[in-house]
């Protein structure tokens, strides 16, 4: 693991996280996929895309966000001292926002007119409607037909800012069949269309982009915690369903061996129950949107039914670069249950007014776990990756209460 | 590589181009879609076998519920293995291709070549094989005689289609459009243009597919190429025939012999 990390230089150039990742998508795609490598690898390092992407991340997002002291849960909890990094604050409620204005501007310098994304919980929808909105570009968002229902008010805020909004109903009508339609829509279209993944997944270069986009949080973090502590962290924690705020947050640590990465996966009803959403920790890998990555499946390579009370981890993959990171030890992954989650997620709204996101709440409930077996001195971050104002409905049925 | 090229050569001395077709395995069961390929295999001259995923990402609407059919009637790869050996007692001269997704061949292994070599397969498409995959998919399929046939898209670079025609064998698949299967088509004088080109760098046939729902489409189409794959369309008369087999049957026969005789050549 050691010459690995200090080398860590991924992806290679085919697109590989060791034998993840890569670029399994039809033909008519790959030319896209190279167009968008390419101008990406150009663009990156020019210093006026750099200063449009700051300046937007700065007066449109809301950078940088603050790493807040979470001192009454910390009491509660008696153990190491738990920091949130507050992505909830940033503008549209999570980080996915940091990922759309930096490939909103990618496909304005392609000259795409149509913008499409795929969305699970609704917070890459509207991240990516309110991108669209801002730059006057058509956007379409496919949704799975059960996720529409589940994040009604997600859905209707897509509407109010100009995005239309297609309902999926094949296969499961979850994110994974929003993510096959926006293929299909993509590769009908692929001329004047870019297709915006949220997450750190799909075909070579999206794992790579989406990545570096949100490794903005990690940077933060990275200056933050020397001036406030003097050093990093010595933990930090994140949920990982296709992985994006995580792989975000990790990705400039990697290196710093010191620091301790974990990811915390959906384990639904438990992980012995088979209903959930836990690639990395009950999964193989297999074949799945474009990339090679653990996916849960069956013997035959068909892709299973997924389950989590949050929408946004109920997804049977997960990035390429989280697949190779487990491989490698250099992150340790761990799940924790719906129910869980739900008590994670009711405790810091009572103790520290904050109501983070139902997919965060996971992250949360390993601190919850984990905390008092760690020294006093040990400083955890968690990625506070998203609010939970988009998960009133599902936290109140959950709860037994009908609005 | 013997029937694949043998039926190409078959299809020339009659004068005719090569007719393909394709058609679910397990749609709506198993039994079902076996008496649909003994149709097949007497009117066309290659069948392709699809494999359902759970998750067929280049299919339009059509055949995706196919897959889906298939699925919960519960096929399985082992199940279209044996399928492909009995259509093999039937029918020994023509070529049988499976065309599926990378995941569910994957999760095979290693044994995955010999399996279909011993079921009678001769070849493979894999809607998602990557170029740096191929040339294993290749030779690991030409050590025992198979062959691997590659898709090339409207948006393939001239460059890419050199390099995409050194791993392939039995033949090329053109997909006519940008879009998933059983879409319109759009554009005749870019399929025209290059599938000259293609065939230009290969001495492998080309065939046109993806669109090819009406005779006259696959008359055009197939005088610009070597052959035309039928796939949509055949789902389409299943479907509105309720998957009631000898209304089935009776109508994919009438209609498989109208394309037999539009791809004549006049």
């Known amino acids: 693991m050691t010459n690995k990390t200090n080398n860590y230089n991924y992806p290679d150039k085919n697109g590989r996280f060791g034998s993840f990742g890569g670029r399994y998508v039809s033909e008519t795609l790959i030319s896209a996929l190279e167009e968008l490598e390419s101008l990406y690898k150009k663009i990156k390092n020019d210093k006026k895309f750099q200063e449009e992407l700051t300046n937007d991340l700065q007066t449109f997002v809301g950078r940088p966000s603050p790493l807040y002291f979470a001192k009454r849960w910390t009491d509660k909890l008696n153990g190491a001292k738990v920091f949130l990094k507050r992505e909830d604050l940033n503008h549209t409620g999570a980080h996915k926002i940091n990922n759309t204005v930096g490939q909103v501007l990618l496909a304005k310098k392609m000259g795409k007119k149509r913008i499409i994304a795929e969305t699970g919980a609704g917070q890459h929808g509207v991240a990516t409607a309110a991108v669209c909105a801002r730059h006057g570009i058509e956007c379409i968002i496919f949704m799975g037909s059960e996720d529409i229902e589940r994040q009604a008010q997600n859905v209707y805020r897509m509407k109010l800012m100009g995005a239309e909004v297609c309902p999926v109903s094949s296969g499961t009508s979850t994110l994974k069949d929003a993510m096959n339609e926006a293929m299909r829509d993509w590769v009908s279209y692929i001329d004047d269309t870019h297709y915006i993944i949220g997450s750190v997944a799909g075909p070579h270069p999206y794992p790579m982009i989406v990545r570096d986009f949100n490794s903005i949080v990690g940077t933060e973090l990275k200056k933050q915690s020397k001036i406030l502590f003097g050093k990093y962290p010595d933990k930090i924690v994140a949920c990982v369903g296709g992985g994006s705020n995580a792989m975000g947050i990790f990705y400039p640590f990697i290196k710093d061996k010191e620091v301790d990465l974990i990811g915390v996966e959906a384990a639904g009803s438990g992980l012995s129950s088979g209903k959930h959403a836990a690639p990395l920790s009950d999964g193989s890998p297999g074949v799945l949107h474009g990339m090679k990555t653990y996916l849960m499946q069956n013997s035959d390579g068909q892709i299973l039914g997924t389950h989590s009370v949050s929408a946004g981890l109920d997804y049977p993959g997960v990035g390429p670069e989280h697949s190779f990171l487990k491989d490698m030890g250099r992150v340790h992954y761990e799940a924790a249950t719906d129910k869980e989650a739900l008590k994670a997620f009711h405790d810091l709204s009572r103790v520290e007014g904050i109501m983070p996101a139902l997919e965060t709440s996971h992250a949360l409930a390993w601190v919850s776990k984990n905390a008092k077996k760690l020294k006093k001195s040990d400083i955890v971050v968690v990625n506070l990756s998203g609010r939970g104002d988009k998960d009133m409905q599902s936290v109140a049925k959950a709860d037994g209460i009908n609005f | ?266």
């Open chain 2, 1 to 266: 590589m013997g029937r694949i090229k043998d039926s190409f050569e078959r299809a020339k001395n009659q004068e005719s181009k090569t007719l393909i077709t394709y058609y679910v395995a397990g749609d709506n069961n198993l039994n079902f879609s076996k008496k649909v390929f003994l149709k097949l295999l007497s009117y066309a001259d290659i069948i392709e076998i699809g494999v359902p995923f759970s998750d067929p990402m280049a299919e339009g609407s059509v055949i995706q519920r196919s897959h889906e059919r298939a699925l919960s009637s519960d096929i399985t790869f082992k199940k279209i293995l044996s399928l492909v050996n009995k259509l093999r007692v039937h029918n020994q001269d023509k070529p049988i291709v499976l065309m599926g997704y990378m995941n569910n061949f994957l999760s095979q292994g290693e044994s995955l070549f010999k399996k279909i070599k011993n079921a009678g397969v001769d070849g493979l498409i894999i809607v998602d094989l990557p170029y740096e995959e191929s040339e294993f998919f290749y030779n690991k399929l030409k050590d025992i005689d198979l062959d691997l046939i590659r898709l090339i898209s409207p948006t393939t670079p001239k460059k890419t289609i050199e390099k995409i025609v050194k791993f392939s064998s039995g033949f090329l698949y053109y997909v006519s459009f940008r879009g998933v299967t059983g879409a319109k088509l759009s554009n005749f004088k870019e399929v025209q243009d290059n599938v000259k080109y293609i065939k230009s760098k290969t001495k492998l046939p080309v065939v046109v597919g993806f669109g090819i729902k009406e005779g006259e489409i696959a008359q055009k189409m197939s005088k610009i190429s070597d052959g035309v794959v039928i796939g949509s369309r055949l789902i389409d008369i299943v479907q509105q025939n309720n998957f009631r087999l000898n209304d089935s049957l009776k109508f994919l026969e009438k209609s498989l012999k109208k394309f037999r005789r539009d791809v004549r050549k006049k």
